[in-house]
């Protein structure tokens, strides 16, 4: 069960939190993003009657036992032939049944020459509508196949490809997210360091995170600790962003100039801390124009956990999205008993059996143990891992 | 359990396919790539020690009870500084611990005014290191942190930027996949269409799926089925792809030319039909290179089931994945009892309890279920759907 306190805090967070708007895009440019309109079927699938088989297209009244003859052949993608009396029609998969046919014999029961072909199966085993594929059997004009609020990822964009009347689609704009990595201790990769100083990792790692959603757009920025400079890169990105996280900074210490900067930015704290671990000095808020603010805490697997864990929730909702993203329920089998009185996010792998299996870390910081995992589950407070646990992949 | 003479099937086709080059590039530059060589941390990490909160840095001989001036502050990102005898130095989390520190006492444990602080805690409560994050305790300089042939996804990606010794990172190349859809009944999104016509939802479908993974880059074409431009298509493609990916024309019927054409264009088939439900039809075969060829059964569901069985484990090993992909497994409960002799492949959604439904579909031409779907379950010959089954998410 996830802590319904936590849920609460994140859900009033939500409330808080401005959608965004929505436009008309070219529909097969509209891969991986949010559709902002139903998409309903132009036409029945199949369209017409197709054969499921290669084979005969015939009318029952004429499984005698006759030789028939062949008076056409319908491939995939040609025009539907009529079906004269005592006849049949070569049909392939695909291929259009003619209106008159009862019924498909598949090649291996027939006989075939060039001009005539033989049915050697019994008429009473032949079914009406046998190997037909019934025009609308899937699904009726009109019907609806993608519901508002949806990500059209491979197969609903192959859906849409299928179903759409309109070369033109709604979908939600992108959301336009900002990151500000915080810390004076942070080195851009390629730059000279010092032993006392660390490459920022958490840039790359939300940046990536948020790259290969299409349906996102992100700008980061580094900003030392300092307040005027904060609360500057705050209002910055506020004025041209939906979505702002932060890292690092957040803490209660005499250099965590985060939550008061948000706080002058015109930023209102709906949470400063939760019951979790790592993370817990995690920060909501909302903008003044009902943007959504998380400052999250510096450490590496803090951020990386709770931007997988909340931040992504909090993300698709301002981007439109209808649903939550269902997260598997797996079983965790361990022989570790170590329990938190809070929340706690344990790094797991897949194992190659397809199991879960803890990776040990030695804390937050420790990047490299993040690495290792494939994810995260969820463990309640005071219970051992063991058990049917929600997994957050990467 | 897998079907193993489908995986040796598998298998053997595998080990005729040639593995892409490699190339240096920007490691900055290298996130969704997979990397050509391990990834060893060119420092310790920690790099030095640092403190794990705030707090004040101490000796334990100086554990006496008594007042102790504080000598100056480590914020993280700060050079570290000297801790004279009988002193503390004040400490941020991150920041770096004086050499000379056995111990960091956590801010609420103090007493703290502007030049000195009264420790309140008993010496006997203090432990070495407390607090303290030694260098080297997650990762020592050298250790290989990322092995080669790892995709270079959020986490590893940020773990490159933090661990990698040089600006420059040997991954392999980008595998080029050529995708030809055949068909004469296919007509593309946009331009008019009669009943007995279908919009290509194949193309769309194998596009985006692979469209998200930056270590792949494809070409898309379509055929009508006509065996010289099928043959010459193919040969086209072969001379500038590493993996060909055909859909339709590959049963056994008169319009079927993909498998004679591979041959001609001088492929070895290494099988032809597999005993599963989608997708029976489907092709591997080898090019005269080393080329991966998969001809994949022209129906949507099969289309989709295969590419995301079979296809996907075949493009990784080309691409110079080390490992295969791990397929979790999760719990089934149906009451639905239909079983097939057959390796079934059967659409589920993952519910918004975490837990798998299975999806109803009228065949493998029925797109709207592939929409409803978010992956498929694995169910073995001969066995009802209810089970720990492998879910391959779309």
Known sequence: MNNPLISTKIDQLKSGLRVVGTESIAAIESFGRVTAQNINAFRDSPSTDVSAMDGYAVRLSDMDGNVLPV??????????????????????????????????????????????????????????????????????????????GSLLSACPFAGAMTFLSTTAIEVFKKVRIGIINTGDELIEFGQPIESWQIRDSNGPFLESSLAIHP??????????????????????????????????????????????????????????????????????????????????????????????????????????FARFEPVPLMQLDTSDTKISDLTWFRLVSLRDDGRLSLVSSQGSGDIASLIQSDGFVEIPPNSQATGTRSFYAW
């Open 71 to 148: 008076t056409g052949t319908a491939t995939a993608g040609s025009a539907p032939l009529q079906l004269p009396p005592k006849s049949a029609i070569r049909v392939f998969t695909g291929g259009p049944v003619p209106p008159q046919a009862e019924a498909v014999i598949q090649r291996e029961d027939c006989q075939e020459s060039t001009f005539q072909v033989k049915i050697l199966v019994p008429k009473e085993s032949i079914a009406l509508g046998q190997n037909i594929r019934r025009q609308g059997e899937n699904v009726r004009a009109g019907a609806t196949v993608t519901q508002t």
């Open 215 to 320: 349906w996102v757009h992100t700008e980061r920025s580094t900003v030392s600790d300092n307040r005027d400079r904060t609360e500057h890169a705050i209002r910055n990105n506020l004025s041209q962003c939906d979505v702002l996280l932060l890292t690092g900074g957040v803490s209660m210490g005499d250099t965590d100039y985060v939550p008061d900067s948000i706080r002058s930015a015109g930023g209102k704290v709906v949470f400063h801390r939760i019951a979790i671990r790592p993370g817990r000095p995690i920060l909501g808020a909302t903008g003044p124009e009902g943007q959504l603010i998380l400052g999250l805490p510096g450490n590496p697997l803090s951020v990386a956990v709770t931007f997988r864990r909340y931040a992504m929730e909090l993300i698709r909702h301002v981007a439109g």
